[in-house]
């Protein structure tokens, strides 16, 4: 069974910073693109950034310059780096990993249970 488990989330005043954590523990044979997502209350989710198996990262518009993603292979963890948090970054945010177990033939994708980050004078 793969699990895929975020940390790192809380309440933090605009402009300031958060690191979220993801690591994918499990029966995991290997691991290919990872990614963070979001869902704002009444919103629909939506990516946020995502990071290749040879590390090429790629952003949304509204996150460009201020958040970062990165990866610890030999963890089995994707990270993001958020600062100059503002108001409208407020949302759940979940990771999402596509993966080969090591008792299957396909790749497939794992989301994690997903974890508050709070933007908040």
């Known amino acids: 069974q793969v699990q895929l488990v975020e940390s790192g989330g809380g309440l933090v005043q605009p402009g300031g910073s958060l690191t979220l954590s993801c690591a994918a523990s499990?029966?995991?044979?290997?691991?290919?693109?990872m990614g963070w997502y979001r869902q704002a209350p009444g919103k629909e989710r939506e990516l946020v950034a995502i990071i290749s198996s040879a590390r090429s990262p790629n952003y949304a518009d509204s996150v460009k310059g201020r958040f970062t993603i990165s990866r610890d292979t030999a963890k089995n963890t994707v990270y993001l780096q958020m600062n100059s948090l503002e108001f409208e970054d407020t949302a759940v945010y979940y990771c999402k990993a596509n993966l080969r177990g090591h008792y299957s033939s396909g790749w497939y994708d794992y989301w994690g249970q997903g974890t508050q980050v709070t933007v908040s004078s």
């Open positions: 499990g029966s995991i044979f290997a691991i290919g693109a």
